[in-house]
């Protein structure tokens, strides 16, 4: 299962984003009968979210998001204009926002980052049942 939604970079597209995700895990579960739990689908919306907000606060222009299902797994794609590779900062309790790599590599399974042609292409991976595999 997949889609692919075109956001316009705007500040709606953060929201745009969460509604796409609810959408699509509610499909695979009721169309597709796949087992996705309510923990994945409030942690898909939370990581498209910040990566969203990353892309509407760093990078010019559209955003692109691809939702995709496969072996057990959603993984989240977000692909923005900005060649930076974000890193996650080291913990401090006294900052104030920037924390949204930290929060995706905490909730995420696997986060893979690829630099293109244009821009930089982040992908971060839940299993589907809410419950970490084991590897």
């Not at 926002?97 to 696997?110: L, R």
């Not at 244009?118 to 299993?127: D, E, M, P, S, Y």
């Amino acid at each position: 299962m997949r889609a692919g939604y075109a956001l316009d970079g705007s500040g709606g597209c953060i929201a745009s984003a969460r509604r796409h995700v609810a959408a699509f895990l509610d499909r695979a579960r009721t169309e597709h009968r796949l087992p996705v739990s309510q923990r994945t689908r409030d942690l898909a919306q939370l990581v498209a979210s910040e990566l969203v907000t990353n892309a509407h606060k760093y990078a010019p222009g559209p955003v692109l998001m691809e939702l995709r299902i496969s072996a057990g797994r959603v993984d989240i794609v977000v692909w923005d204009s900005d060649p930076a590779i974000p890193a996650a900062r080291s913990a401090d309790p006294g900052r104030v926002g920037q924390h949204g790599m930290e929060i995706i590599k905490a909730v995420a399974e696997d986060l893979f980052v690829e630099q293109e042609a244009v821009g930089k292409r982040i992908t971060a991976r839940l299993n589907l049942a809410g419950t970490p595999s084991v590897a």
